[in-house]
Structures are given as C-alpha cells and as structure tokens.
C-alpha cells in the first residue's frame, strides 16, 4: 500500500514539476529574448500556467495523498518522509492563498517586473512605485492569509530559509555587523595602496564572454546541460539538474563584474546540475534553502574565485585576451580582486562589505512589511542607510533604490540568504580544510574537481532531502555559527592590508 501510494504521489509530482519548468522556461525567455512589445501576452500566458500550477499543487488529489498517507509517517524512510512534510508545508501555504488572488499576484508581479526593468534604464524611480505599492499590498494581504506570531516578517523569511525568525537573524546579523565594521575600521587606519587601474579601461564584450566561458567550464559547469545568456539582472534558473540557465551582463568598461557573475552564478548552476536524479518527482530537486544555494554561488565566486590560488591561474588567462594584465603581478592582481571599499551596488561589493548590504535591505523590508514606512519613504530611507553604512550615497536610482530586481517579483525575504549564505559557506569551507587541508593547490592549475566532488557529496546531491540546519549539522557537525566567516574575514583580509 505505501510503495504504491509513494509511486502514484511520485508520479503526479512529476507532471507538477513539468509544468513549473514550463512557466520557469518561459520566464527566461521574458528576462533574455522577449520582444518589448510582447509584455502583457507574456504576462497573461505566466498568469494561465501559475493558475494550473495552483490548482495542480491545491487539488483534492494533493488532500487526498496527505491524508493517505499521513498514517505511515512511522513506517516511511528519509526521503519518503521530506517528500510528504514538503508537500504538505507547500499544500497548506497554497490553499491558504484565494486562487483568484494568487493570479492577480503574477500578473501583478509580471508587469512590476517589466516596470522595473524601463525605471532602472530611466534611472527613475516614480516609473516603478506605483507597481512596486501593488506588490507590496499583496505581500501583506497574503501574510495574513498564512498568518504570523510576533512579526509579519517572520512569514516571509520561513518560506526561504525554514524556522528563521527576525529574532534569531537578529542576534546573528548584529554579530555579523560588529564583525565586519571592526574588520573594517583596521583596514581604514593601514597604509597599503591597492592598485585597481588595470581593472578600468575597455574591455570587449565577446571577448568577456570568451573568457567567461572558458572560466565556467573550468569550475565544473556542464555546458552540455546549461547555457549562458545575458540579462538585466544576473540569474540562474532551470527546467532539471540536465538543463540549467545562467546570464550574466557584460559592462565593457570594467573586467570583474561580469566575469565574477559568471562564476557566482555557475556556483548556483553546479549546484542544481549536482542534485541526484534519484530525486525527480519527489519535490526535493531543488536545493535545501536559498541561503544554502547562496553558499555555493558565492562560496564559487569568492573563496574559491577570489582566493590567491586560483588567481594565479586566471591571470596568465586575462593576459590571453587582454594587454591590460600584461605587465601585472600575481600580487597586484589578487589585492585588486579583493580590494576593500564602501560601494553602492551590491552585486560588485567586495566580499567584506557586502554583508551590510543585506543588513540594510533587511532592515528596510521588516519595517517595509510590518507597516513601519511605506512605498513613498523608500528611497529616502534607502539613501539614509547607505550613508550611515557605508558612508556613500548614490547618485541616481540606478545605483540606489532601483539596482535589485528582487522586490518586482515579490521576493521579500530572499535578500536575508545572501549573507546567510557566506556563512554557510565559511562553516562548510573550515570542515573542508581540516579533512583535506592542501586542497587550494589544485586551484592553482584552474582544477576544481576535488573540491567539486566533496561539495556534490556533502551538499549538492542530496537536494532538499534535508534541511538547511540538518544539512549543516551533518556536515560541520554544529549549527550555523556566524564565527567562521569572520574569521575567515580576518584572515583573509588581515594579510592583505598588514594588518596586525
């Protein structure tokens, strides 16, 4: 009875995930080919299949397979248990939501993003307010409908990163905080002079591109199960672990930002290629939370992309297709990767910095969704935080309230993952060098496979099977402990500025 029920409820989420690679297939084409003028039909086809989605995942069979097989939670394995908690966690957070409202959303959320996209260009906020007011109105209708304790936000972060609260992320961030302003303010009082001219100039797109590629596939992306497009935003996506979506943007005035958004992403896109076959239809292919998927796009992109080993591979690379590189020194080349400095943008923040970005958009959305501030004081609070900081100010929407895409589709609450992802990444990265200590030399021939098969083992194959603080624990033996990464910080960053 319980084979045949688990191989019936295996075989319906798999036609639920095939329709949900439909609509994430369709909304790459939105963010990378669509036509300009094809906006509302594509907002109207995104709205149709979300509602099938919706009826697939709130149907009587879902009940149905529920309360069949509820009963036999104490005779089910591992995955057979996460497959029904999952489904019944998505089930009861669907249901709660009025069809028609949930509809309404992705139309809404559609044109927000389309909105964003030609505010962000005009460098005007008032263009995207009136869709962001909407987005944002729904959000806290819907929270309402899933209901909430002590703080409305805590509903939101539970839908990224399951059993956080504000009250926990408090504790943590705020010693995350004081971690990084004392890092910072030893850095400020050093003499070093970083050079970052080489990194400024005009560097061809298709040549970017070139050396994005080469990089991507040397870090252990499958090009024959993924691509590389250019979008807006940066993003990743993916229809399966056997086709995998990555864009980056190209900017050819300055080298790194595409090229370490190439890698931050392909961390996202290993990730996903990674994750066992043995879970299709389960409802686990997916990764474990979106702060453990940020801990490998940017465990990619900085321990790994930015370490002083792999840049003494990349640079004689950069010399291959640009004469800029031609008379720099390991030395130069990996201070400049990693040069401190308070910035606006938070995709090209440097990896110490970068933290209170989040902490700044975190701070925003829990007085943004617990009614505290409203649409209208967003830009102005937005630009007082940054001069508190990080002691910069932007110049334009563009570079300020306007630079993520994030709050267009509705996703409050994701921001926290980004910096709970480097402390993920920084716990897994202390388990990996105390079981194979000289790992980081292979780096310094561009080869990741090591690395990249104790991450599939530890991490990337086993999906959503577990949760982030089981995942956590089976790997580092502990919970998310906030100290590794500013130790890592210290390290790191320490060394480079003579800091003692």
């Given at each position: 009875?319980?084979?045949?029920?688990?191989?019936?409820?295996?075989?319906?989420?798999?036609?639920?995930?095939?329709?949900?690679?439909?609509?994430?297939?369709?909304?790459?084409?939105?963010?990378?080919?669509?036509?300009?003028?094809?906006?509302?039909?594509?907002?109207?086809?995104?709205?149709?299949?979300?509602?099938?989605?919706?009826?697939?995942?709130?149907?009587?069979?879902?009940?149905?397979?529920?309360?069949d097989l509820s009963p036999?939670?104490?005779?089910?394995?591992?995955?057979?248990?996460?497959?029904?908690?999952?489904?019944?966690?998505?089930?009861?957070?669907?249901?709660?939501?009025?069809?028609?409202?949930?509809?309404?959303?992705?139309?809404?959320?559609?044109?927000?993003?389309?909105?964003?996209?030609?505010?962000?260009?005009?460098?005007?906020?008032?263009?995207?307010?009136?869709?962001?007011?909407?987005?944002?109105?729904?959000?806290?209708?819907?929270?309402?409908?899933?209901?909430?304790?002590?703080?409305?936000?805590?509903?939101?972060?539970?839908?990224?990163?399951?059993?956080?609260?504000?009250?926990?992320?408090?504790?943590?961030?705020?010693?995350?905080?004081?971690?990084?302003?004392?890092?910072?303010?030893?850095?400020?009082?050093?003499?070093?002079?970083?050079?970052?001219?080489?990194?400024?100039g005009h560097f061809n797109?298709?040549?970017?591109?070139?050396?994005?590629?080469?990089?991507?596939?040397?870090?252990?992306?499958?090009?024959?199960?993924?691509?590389?497009?250019?979008?807006?935003?940066?993003?990743?996506?993916?229809?399966?672990?056997?086709?995998?979506?990555?864009?980056?943007?190209?900017?050819?005035?300055?080298?790194?930002?595409?090229?370490?958004?190439?890698?931050?992403?392909?961390?996202?896109?290993?990730?996903?290629?990674?994750?066992?076959?043995?879970?299709?239809?389960?409802?686990?292919?997916?990764?474990?939370?979106?702060?453990?998927?940020?801990?490998?796009?940017?465990?990619?992109?900085?321990?790994?992309?930015?370490?002083?080993?792999?840049?003494?591979?990349?640079?004689?690379?950069?010399?291959?297709?640009?004469?800029?590189?031609?008379?720099?020194?390991?030395?130069?080349?990996?201070?400049?990767?990693?040069?401190?400095?308070?910035?606006?943008?938070?995709?090209?923040?440097?990896?110490?910095?970068?933290?209170?970005?989040?902490?700044?958009?975190?701070?925003?959305?829990?007085?943004?969704?617990?009614?505290?501030?409203?649409?209208?004081?967003?830009?102005?609070?937005?630009?007082?935080?940054?001069?508190?900081?990080?002691?910069?100010?932007?110049?334009?929407?563009?570079e300020g309230i306007l630079?993520?895409?994030?709050?267009?589709?509705?996703?409050?609450?994701?921001?926290?993952?980004?910096?709970?992802?480097?402390?993920?990444?920084?716990?897994?990265?202390?388990?990996?060098?105390?079981?194979?200590?000289?790992?980081?030399?292979?780096?310094?021939?561009?080869?990741?496979?090591?690395?990249?098969?104790?991450?599939?083992?530890?991490?990337?194959?086993?999906?959503?099977?577990?949760?982030?603080?089981?995942?956590?624990?089976?790997?580092?033996?502990?919970?998310?402990?906030?100290?590794?990464?500013?130790?890592?910080?210290?390290?790191?960053?320490?060394?480079?500025?003579?800091?003692?």
């Amino acid at each position: 009875m319980l084979d045949k029920k688990i191989n019936e409820l295996k075989d319906y989420l798999k036609k639920y995930e095939k329709l949900n690679q439909a609509i994430a297939l369709i909304y790459w084409d939105m963010r990378t080919n669509m036509p300009e003028k094809a906006g509302e039909n594509r907002g109207e086809l995104l709205q149709y299949l979300s509602e099938e989605s919706f009826k697939m995942l709130t149907s009587d069979t879902v009940k149905n397979f529920i309360e069949d097989l509820s009963p036999y939670k104490d005779k089910m394995n591992k995955l057979q248990c996460r497959m029904l908690e999952e489904l019944e966690r998505k089930y009861n957070e669907t249901k709660k939501i009025p069809q028609e409202k949930y509809v309404e959303f992705v139309g809404i959320c559609s044109n927000a993003e389309i909105a964003w996209e030609k505010a962000k260009e005009a460098k005007d906020f008032e263009i995207f307010k009136p869709h962001l007011e909407k987005v944002v109105k729904y959000t806290q209708e819907f929270i309402e409908y899933w209901g909430y304790n002590n703080d409305k936000y805590d509903t939101l972060l539970d839908k990224y990163e399951l059993g956080l609260t504000t009250e926990k992320l408090d504790k943590i961030f705020n010693e995350l905080k004081v971690g990084i302003i004392e890092i910072l303010s030893k850095i400020k009082e050093s003499s070093k002079n970083i050079n970052r001219d080489f990194l400024y100039g005009h560097f061809n797109a298709e040549k970017q591109k070139e050396l994005s590629l080469r990089v991507l596939e040397k870090i252990g992306f499958d090009m024959k199960a993924g691509r590389l497009d250019v979008s807006v935003h940066p993003f990743t996506t993916n229809f399966g672990n056997k086709d995998v979506r990555l864009t980056t943007n190209y900017h050819e005035d300055e080298f790194t930002s595409a090229l370490f958004s190439t890698i931050h992403e392909g961390g996202h896109g290993i990730y996903e290629q990674n994750i066992s076959d043995d879970l299709e239809g389960t409802g686990l292919q997916i990764g474990a939370s979106m702060a453990i998927h940020e801990s490998q796009s940017r465990f990619y992109e900085n321990i790994l992309g930015r370490s002083k080993e792999f840049c003494s591979y990349l640079l004689p690379l950069a010399k291959e297709y640009f004469d800029d590189f031609k008379n720099v020194s390991l030395d130069e080349f990996y201070e400049a990767m990693n040069y401190v400095e308070a910035s606006l943008i938070r995709t090209e923040a440097d990896e110490l910095t970068y933290g209170l970005h989040i902490i700044i958009r975190y701070e925003i959305e829990k007085d943004l969704i617990n009614g505290r501030i409203k649409v209208e004081d967003l830009k102005k609070m937005w630009n007082k935080k940054y001069r508190e900081y990080l002691g910069v100010e932007p110049k334009n929407d563009a570079e300020g309230i306007l630079q993520d895409m994030h709050w267009s589709d509705g996703s409050f609450g994701y921001f926290p993952s980004y910096a709970l992802g480097n402390l993920y990444g920084a716990q897994f990265l202390n388990t990996l060098i105390n079981e194979k200590p000289d790992i980081f030399e292979d780096l310094k021939e561009g080869k990741f496979t090591e690395i990249n098969e104790w991450l599939k083992e530890k991490v990337h194959r086993h999906g959503a099977l577990y949760t982030p603080n089981e995942l956590i624990k089976n790997i580092t033996g502990e919970e998310l402990n906030p100290k590794y990464f500013i130790e890592y910080l210290k390290n790191k960053y320490y060394r480079i500025y003579n800091v003692k």
